[in-house]
């Protein structure tokens, strides 16, 4: 069992930048893949940015360019740097570990993962 515990959320003007922490239970690095996901009321969670263990990183299309995933495997953390936040950046967002088991999945999906922290507010106003 992993836990995962999410931190560094809050309410930031557009244009600002946040960083957010996932702190791990348990060494990371068998893990296949780590991800950031977001939920935005009443939407559906949507994947934001993956991190597989070879380091290989993958970005939505509305991120891309503005957010950074990294990993210190030595911490057992993972990372997201938030930079350009925009009002629909608004959401609760989530860091997910799967087991390199439901491969099938996409990255973006989140079926393919088994453990999930707890969320984190973030508040973009304009």
């Known amino acids: 069992q992993v836990h995962l515990v999410e931190s560094g959320g809050g309410s930031v003007q557009a244009g600002g930048s946040l960083r957010l922490s996932c702190a791990a239970s348990?060494?990371?690095?068998?893990?296949?893949?780590m991800a950031w996901f977001r939920q935005a009321p009443g939407k559906e969670r949507e994947g934001v940015a993956a991190?597989?263990?070879?380091?290989?990183?993958y970005y939505a299309d509305s991120v891309k360019g503005r957010f950074t995933i990294s990993k210190d495997n030595a911490q057992n953390t993972l990372y997201l740097q938030m930079n350009s936040l925009k009002p629909e950046d608004t959401a609760i967002y989530y860091c997910?570990?799967?087991?390199?088991?439901?491969?099938?999945?996409?990255?973006?999906?989140?079926?393919?993962?088994?453990?999930w922290g707890q969320g984190t507010q973030v508040t973009v106003s304009s």
């Open positions: 991190i597989d263990r070879l380091g290989s990183t």
């Open positions: 348990e060494y990371t690095d068998t893990n296949y893949c």
């Open positions: 997910a570990a799967d087991l390199g088991r439901r491969t099938w999945y996409s990255v973006y999906d989140p079926r393919r993962y088994y453990f």
